[in-house]
């Protein structure tokens, strides 16, 4: 049950990704800085994809 829920979180984190990223191409002209800000922002969404993964666990091992 949670593997559909990892893909469909997971495909939503990579639109994020996408837009975020594409924003910041929009406002960071400097390519150090534009590497350093989209790595940081993969970061943070993957940190949060994790914590909404082990929250969604722990729910489904409350449920069953």
């Known amino acids: ?6 893909k469909l ?3 939503g984190a990579s ?3 996408d837009s975020v990223t594409n ?3 929009n406002l960071i002209t400097n390519k150090e ?3 350093a800000a989209k790595l940081e922002v ?5 940190r949060n994809m ?3 993964m082990a929250d ?3 729910q489904l091992e409350i449920e069953v």
């Open 23 to 25: 924003g910041l191409d």
């Open 56 to 58: 969604a666990t722990k």
């Open 42 to 46: 993969q970061k943070e969404i993957n």
């Open 50 to 52: 994790e914590v909404i």
């Open 1 to 6: 049950m949670a593997g559909w829920l990892g």
């Open 33 to 35: 800085e534009l590497a």
């Open 15 to 17: 639109k994020l990704v």
């Open 9 to 11: 979180l997971a495909g």
